[in-house]
């Protein structure tokens, strides 16, 4: 699907204000309420909007502290990656992981309500994960900023 201005408008409407009322979202782009919906609908239908979510506050909710753990694995193998990446996947306190080209094969980003949380999360998964040779750890001190929002 070719997306065009008023889809890239819709779209960048839609990734800062996703509760934005349909009428509301038709006049910040300059259509017609039933022409927004079905352009909108249709984005749905092509997966380029996935989802919709509520984005919440980590700090509020006890997850103060954000880690990036970098994992280097014992080989390479197409069984031992396809094992990690099935077990990462179950590690509740893991919000995104990236398979690197570089000196580390993964790089995580984990997030915990301290030091102590994150030892937790450490010795009761991340050290547990098939074919773990190495990891290390690197806490950010403040988050400078944060957008989920792609530049389209």
Known sequence: MKIDEI?????NTLQR???ISNSDL?????LSPSACHRRVQLLEKKKIIK??????????????????????LSGQADALLDAFEREVKLVPDVLECHLMAGTADY???V????????????R???ARLPGVAQL??????RTVFKTTALPI
């Open 124 to 126: 009761r998964y991340l």
């Open 17 to 19: 204000s996703g509760r």
């Open 51 to 72: 989802d919709y979510v509520a984005l919440l506050d980590a700090r509020e909710v006890d997850r103060k502290s954000t880690i990036f753990v970098e994992i280097t």
């Open 7 to 11: 889809d890239r408008r819709i779209l």
């Open 111 to 122: 997030v915990a309500a301290d030091t102590e949380d994150f030892a937790r999360i450490h």
């Open 136 to 141: 290390q750890s690197s806490f950010a001190l």
């Open 107 to 109: 790089l995580l980003k």
């Open 26 to 30: 038709a006049e910040k782009v300059n």
